[in-house]
Structures are given as structure tokens and as C-alpha cells.
């Protein structure tokens, strides 16, 4: 089941991005930010759930522009399957469910950026019909 992250999955969450970012010591997932999220329209922290286990998650914002009019564009981003369940579809899920609701908002495109080592993940994101050969993504961490 694809669900709105609540505060209470504030611990499986954890465990989730450590799988993503390994001995990351700037890590600090907050119940309150989680129920923040989960108030705002144009933000969804998204997680997939089986038996009461969280197996993956990602975050969908809704972003304005005005370059194509009314049309919005999503993002996505810490995007995780638990390392235990990869290859069930739950990663191929959790896009379909971002990309049905950007469509339901005529959303203009979506992106997502991923860690340039990842290769096992950008054959994913490609097999899924993302195309990272149009864009080139930048970072600067504040």
C-alpha cells in the first residue's frame, strides 16, 4: 500500500535513508517535519507499506513555474526501497504513484536527481522512462 508518511514512521524512515546515505551524520528526520509535510498540498513524503513494514519512500513536491503557463512540474527526491526488498517493484510503485498524480495536475514534467555513483539506480530510473542523458544536475549543499 502507498500511503502519506505519518509522524509515527519517523523511526522506519530513518532506517530507510540510512540505506540511501550510509554514515550520514547530518541525517535528522523529525516527526514534526513529517506532519509539516504532510499538511502542505504541494508536498508528499510517500511510503510504501506491507504488513506494517515501511519498504521504500520518496518525496514528491509540486513546484510553480511560468514558462508553460498554468503547468506545474514535479520533483522527486530520497527516493529508497529497503536493500532487503529491491527488484519486488516497490521503486517502480512508489513512480507510478507520483507520476499518476503529476498527470492529474497536468504537471509539465518531472525530475529527480540521483548520486552520480549510483548506476544500479539510474538504470532503474531509465527503465522507468526517465532520461538522464537531457540535463546535467547541479548541487550546492548550504
Known amino acids: 500500500m502507498i500511503r502519506e508518511a505519518?509522524?509515527?514512521d519517523r523511526e522506519q524512515l530513518s532506517n530507510l535513508y540510512t540505506m540511501l546515505v550510509p554514515n550520514s551524520k547530518k541525517m535528522n528526520v523529525l516527526e514534526e517535519q513529517i506532519e509539516k509535510i504532510r499538511m502542505d498540498p504541494a508536498n508528499f513524503l510517500l511510503v510504501y507499506e506491507e504488513e506494517g513494514a515501511l519498504?521504500?519512500?520518496l518525496t514528491l513536491n509540486i513546484c510553480l513555474q511560468a514558462m508553460h503557463g498554468t503547468r506545474p512540474y514535479g520533483l522527486i527526491e530520497?527516493?529508497?526501497v529497503h536493500e532487503d526488498h529491491r527488484s519486488n517493484n516497490i521503486g517502480q510503485s512508489l513512480l507510478k504513484y507520483a507520476e499518476e498524480y503529476c498527470r492529474s495536475l497536468h504537471c509539465h514534467k518531472i525530475m529527480l536527481l540521483s548520486h552520480s555513483k549510483?548506476?544500479?539506480a539510474h538504470q532503474f530510473f531509465e527503465r522507468e522512462g526517465y532520461d538522464g542523458s537531457v540535463s546535467k544536475g547541479?548541487?550546492?549543499y548550504l
Request: a positive charge; zero cysteines; glycine letters at 6%.
Open 55 to 57: 519498504l521504500g519512500t
Open 138 to 140: 547541479f548541487k550546492k
Open 78 to 80: 530520497n527516493i529508497v
Open 6 to 8: 505519518e509522524s509515527q
Open 118 to 120: 549510483r548506476v544500479r
